[in-house]
Each structure stands twice: as C-alpha cells, then as structure tokens.
C-alpha cells in the first residue's frame, strides 16, 4: 500500500526553466568540477557566492558580478497546475505529501505559503539532509523519517536519473514527470500499487 507520495519542486511541482541549467551558465566564470559544484551548491550553507570566489577564472575579476547574478537570479514561481491538482487530490485521499528538492539553502524558496502549500505534509531539501539526488541518503533520510518501508512510497520527478532511478536504487517506486503528465493515468498507477501492494 502507498502511504506516502513525494514530488520533486524544480521542473515537476514549478515548471522548468527555460535556459540553461546554472552550472552551464557559472563555467564561463569558474573553473570547477561539478561535483564540487553540486556539493557546494546543493548541501553547503556557505553562501554560495564564497564558492564562486575560490574557483573564479583567472582574469575574470571583473565578471564576478555577472558570475553573482547569474547564481541568484531568482524566479517566480510558476506552478504545473496538473501536479498541484493531483496534489490536492492525494492529500484529500488521505495520503502523505512530500517535497524532496535538491536547493541551494541561500536561494531556495519554501512552497509552504503558496497555494500548493498547504496540502503538503513537510519538505525535505538536500542542504538539510546534507546529500542530494539521486543519492540514496536522501530517500533513506525521507524513509526513517517516517517510519515506512521502500514499497510504501511512490516519487515524482522530472529527472530520469536524480528522480526516476534515484528513488528506483532506494527500492521506492518511482514515476518520471513528463510534459505529457496525465492526471488520471497517474492516479489510476496509484491505486493499483495500492491494490497489489496490500
């Protein structure tokens, strides 16, 4: 039986941006790994900025401000209305909602006082957790906190591998968000996972 239903915020609950992924936009300013880049960005409470800083460019001085822009442009939230109505209805079925994000602490957005909000139950994001998808911690770290076995957990995402195969490794079931996201095909795979998993 599914209990519980986590989503992705970034490209699943909030559409996706349009333009370049961050990292794609910093490496003309910075010279680092992206590992180091995802570890600084996703798990650090550091301000970020202090990252940049260190791997900035040599002779690229002067484009610290662009390098700082880029990295805090902040968006307006532009929500999946598709997703936030099968939110609404999963919470109404009386199954627990979840948010499971990989954010930067400094420019992250808390979806608690938007109109999503309120149907969803906590909000997990990867610099509280202190790993980020699709590393398994972070599924386990949403598992024990609830108390529930891998089976009872179903995970949306935009993402095939931090999403998809990321809660897929954990032993949750997992569903991939796709533009063709259909409402009722979704609830439908739903109620037969919780049929067969009774």
Known sequence: MIRLVTFDIG??????????????????????PREEYKKAYYISKEPFSNFILKHLKYGKKDALENALECMNKKKELIFNENIVKTIENLHNLGYKVAT???????????IKDTEVGKYIDKEFYSFDIGDYKPHKNVFLFVQNYYGLKPEEILHIGDSKISDYHGAKEAGWHSYLFTN????????????HLSRTCD
Request: glycine share 4%; hydrophobic share 35%; no cysteine.
């Open 100 to 110: 499971i994000s990989n954010a930067n602490y400094s420019t992250y957005k808390s």
């Open 180 to 191: 063709n996201f259909d409402i009722d095909e979704f609830m439908g795979i739903i109620e």
């Open 11 to 32: 490209g699943t609950i909030l559409k996706k941006e349009i333009n370049l992924p961050r990292y794609e936009r910093l490496k003309e300013y910075i010279d680092a």
